[in-house]
């Protein structure tokens, strides 16, 4: 991870274990619960079914940043993080704002290449921790309207995904190094930027006003994602605030874990609605709990031209197949050149992927975990409806602990379902495979049962 700094083990402690501080818990008013009962009409059953069933999404790490291409100070290795991994001022910086002019920027087109790759949602950011916004913000000059390009981002994307079917989300940075209330101020330039009279209540109350505009301008919003929670000025009562407006503007959002903030006692509800690892997938995923695995495809989030280090297509079928497996989501990043274009090693991954998902996707969404405890293949679920996915070919297949009979196999890119044979052993089931896999990367078998299988070890 090279665009995070001494900031990131701190904040890595602090999402696994979901700690947080009380500090200033007098500044706001605390919500009352009764802002949820007035929300029950609208609110549908299950605000994350259409979540849970995608379990495939895009996340764009997009931002004055990608000008840089990772390089200051003849260092190439910064990304989304330059400007305080690199102790860039604030002055040097707001230069970009001149400099920012995606003209090659085609929201249909990225939409388009989500929605070919099999995706369901996509999670831009709308502000990362530098604070520029790439939304026509009316409560800050720091935003898209002040740069050569002036058109609004958020608005083109909210309606290109609405086109080709997609949800729209939101990534938003609670911690901002631009905004003169944020605190607190970046140690290397505590002589530069004093804290004179800067005023958190005020930095907040300027991010309601933006989530506002974020949650009010552009339509149905799928997930706001926050991030940039971990520093002890941002309390889990500002979390909880925060979290109740966005549920007020917009009753169906969901809204990730990253809300959550500081608390000197241990939080017994943790706010948000899913989990977000990050560059990992958890080994045993979370039984119960929602989660979302968020992974680069190369090294880093944001645009960094000198990392080539790509994930190959089969290791990030691998990664969706593995949080598909453990009944998770995976939200897959791009990180945008400044001219509005996609890097062809993105651009081609998802092109594969897309090639995969149109045979094998039905394996993916609305499925659940596998009921397999230890087994050489990956596994999900659906009513009376197992899913094998082999990447290790072999002329049979034996599902360990499998007790019912298998009532129907075949290969899922097998349009004519020519059925497999099955039969029970000492250890479960086996079936039996054709002679070449129907895919170089991973093929998937379906085994249908005539109610819900049971595996027993
Ligand atoms: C890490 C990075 C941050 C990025 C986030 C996405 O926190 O430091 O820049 O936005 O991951 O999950």
């Not at 593995?322 to 993105?346: C, I, M, Q, W």
Request: glycine share 8%; net charge neutral.
């Amino acid at each position: 991870m090279s665009s995070g700094n001494h900031n990131d083990l701190h904040r890595r402690a602090f999402l696994r274990s979901g700690a947080a501080a009380l500090g200033t818990a007098a500044l706001l008013p605390s919500f009352h619960p009764s802002v949820f009962a007035s929300l029950r009409p609208c609110v549908s059953p299950d605000r994350l079914e259409w979540w849970r069933h995608a379990r495939f999404g895009l996340f764009i790490h997009w931002g004055l940043y990608s000008i840089l291409a990772g390089e200051w100070g003849g260092r190439d290795d910064y990304a989304e993080w330059i400007r305080n991994s690199a102790h860039i001022p604030l002055g040097e910086y707001e230069k970009l704002l001149a400099r920012f002019n995606p003209v090659k920027f085609d929201a249909d087109a990225w939409a388009g290449m989500a929605e070919d790759a099999g995706m369901k949602y996509v999670t831009i950011t709308t502000k990362h921790h530098d604070g520029f916004c790439l939304f026509d913000s009316k409560r800050t000059d720091f935003c898209v309207r002040s740069t050569p390009f002036k058109r609004d981002i958020m608005k083109e994307m909210a309606e290109a995904t609405r086109r080709h079917g997609l949800r729209q989300c939101w990534y938003h940075s609670i911690m901002d190094w631009h905004h003169p209330d944020y605190l607190p101020r970046r140690d290397w330039e505590a002589a530069t930027r004093p804290v004179g009279n800067a005023s958190y209540p005020r930095y907040v109350e300027h991010l309601h006003g933006q989530v506002s505009e974020l949650l009010t301008n552009y339509g149905d919003i799928g997930v706001m994602w926050f991030d940039g929670q971990w520093e002890e000025t941002w309390t889990h009562e500002m979390g909880r605030a925060l979290y109740a407006k966005c549920r007020a503007l917009q009753p169906n959002v969901i809204v990730n874990n990253r809300v959550e903030g500081w608390s000197p006692v241990k939080i017994a509800d943790p706010l948000g609605d899913f989990r977000t690892p990050e560059q990992e997938v958890p080994a045993t995923g979370w039984p119960g709990v929602d989660w979302e695995s968020c992974i680069t495809m190369n090294r880093n989030w944001g645009y960094n031209a000198k990392d080539k280090d790509f994930k190959s297509v089969a290791r990030l079928l691998g990664l969706l197949v593995e949080t598909a497996s453990k009944g998770g989501n995976l939200l897959l990043n791009v990180g945008p050149r400044a001219d509005g274009t996609f890097p062809e090693e993105s651009v081609e991954r998802l092109r594969e992927i897309g090639r995969w998902m149109r045979v094998n996707g039905g394996a993916i969404y609305g499925s659940t975990a596998s009921p397999f405890k230890e087994a050489p293949f990956r596994a999900t679920s659906q009513p009376n409806r197992l899913n094998l996915f082999v990447t290790a070919w072999s002329d049979a297949l034996v599902l360990p602990g499998l007790r019912t009979p298998v009532t129907r196999a075949y290969l899922l890119a097998d349009a004519a379902r020519a059925p497999l044979s099955t039969r029970p052993t000492e250890g479960g089931v086996q079936v039996t495979l054709p002679p070449s896999p129907p895919d170089p990367v991973c093929s998937v078998i379906v085994c249908e049962f005539d109610r819900s299988p049971e595996v027993r070890p």
